[in-house]
């Protein structure tokens, strides 16, 4: 028998999420500097979570690569 799809976890952590546990938003007010060692962890203030997008070729290198490789 196979495992069923919402069982599986380990995918579930490279997914993107909204909502930051709070030791990630304590690591990325410190980042900006706007949390520091000894401030109450009660009451942050909200974190931006931004979404990356998938990597790639630019159109712009495949094309390049394309001339090149017709020379």
């Known amino acids: 028998m196979s495992i069923h ?3 599986v ?13 709070r030791a ?4 990325t007010l410190a980042d900006e500097g706007r949390w520091e060692d000894g401030d109450s962890a009660y009451g942050l203030p909200k974190v931006r979570v931004r979404r990356m ?4 070729k630019h159109k712009k290198k495949a094309a390049e690569e394309k001339t090149e490789e017709t020379k």
């Open 9 to 21: 976890t380990k995918a579930g952590l490279t997914r993107h999420r909204n909502v930051l546990s």
């Open 5 to 7: 799809r919402s069982l």
């Open 24 to 27: 990630e938003r304590l690591q």
């Open 53 to 56: 997008k998938a990597g790639g």
